[in-house]
């Protein structure tokens, strides 16, 4: 069964500098989500992108944030320069059309220090 | 405001015994619920929505629009149900999903 997969599965990094999560969504899937949830609180939506472009952004995806579908297979979250409260459990999801439930990715887990 | 609302953050029941997991919901259209599951060191997984109206696992789960309710129920548990649940809304006008804070079920022996 297709399942969507995430890299790396743990990143640490220094205040200040940028990561780039990588997520390959299902093959056949259309739209793609970021969410994330900082530890002992709730998922939290990031960000949903579908025909190469954003189609919703919470709150929390400010300037620092993007995201990118570089080639076929890839969907980027690029954080430009991470802060403290950006460490968190970072999940990538995938649709495959409008009505059908979202697959998420094993997460990665972003540690800034 | 849209918003999900889990009472319990840690539910423990014996093995055999019936399970329900509460959710609440609040949201002024037409919302899609879904209860998604993840087993220790695991992906978030889907386990119901409530448009398909099927029981998962032994799990069965209604929308109850009156009481804006979609409690997960399990008639008798198992050991392998031990994990975290979570409960998620999408909305009619947008697609993400919006959650609960999670249940940590634990199944005693």
């Known amino acids: 069964e297709p399942e969507v997969t995430q890299t790396p599965s743990h990143q640490v990094t220094q205040m200040g500098q940028e990561v780039i999560l990588r997520c390959v969504p299902i093959?056949?899937?259309?739209?793609f989500y970021w969410y994330r949830q900082i530890l002992g609180q709730k998922v939290e939506f990031l960000v949903s992108?579908?025909?190469?472009?954003?189609?919703?952004k919470s709150e929390i995806f400010d300037d620092q944030f993007s995201v990118e579908r570089p080639d076929g297979s890839n969907f980027t979250l690029k954080i430009r320069s991470t802060k403290l409260e950006d460490s968190a459990m970072y999940f990538c999801?995938?649709?495959?059309?409008?009505?059908?439930?979202?697959?998420f990715g094993p997460g990665t887990r972003l540690t800034v220090l | 405001a849209q918003r999900v609302t889990q009472p319990e953050k840690l539910l423990s029941v014996f093995k055999g015994a019936p399970v329900e997991l509460k959710c609440n919901y609040s949201?002024?259209?037409?919302?899609?619920l879904f209860w998604y599951v993840q087993y220790s060191r695991q992906r978030l997984q889907l386990l119901l929505r409530?448009?398909?109206?099927?029981s998962i696992k032994g799990f069965t789960a209604d929308l109850n629009k009156g009481e804006t309710s979609f409690h997960l129920k399990k008639p008798f548990a198992q050991e392998e149900d031990s994990a975290m649940y979570y409960c998620?809304?999408?909305?009619?006008?947008?697609?993400?999903?919006?959650w609960g804070a999670g249940t940590k079920l634990i199944i005693k022996p």
């Open positions: 999801a995938s649709m495959g059309g409008l009505g059908l439930p979202q697959f």
């Open positions: 093959s056949n899937h259309l739209y």
């Open positions: 992108f579908y025909n190469n472009e954003i189609s919703e």
């Open positions: 949201y002024s259209g037409s919302p899609e």
């Open positions: 409530h448009i398909s109206r099927e």
């Open positions: 998620a809304l999408r909305g009619d006008s947008n697609y993400q999903l919006i």
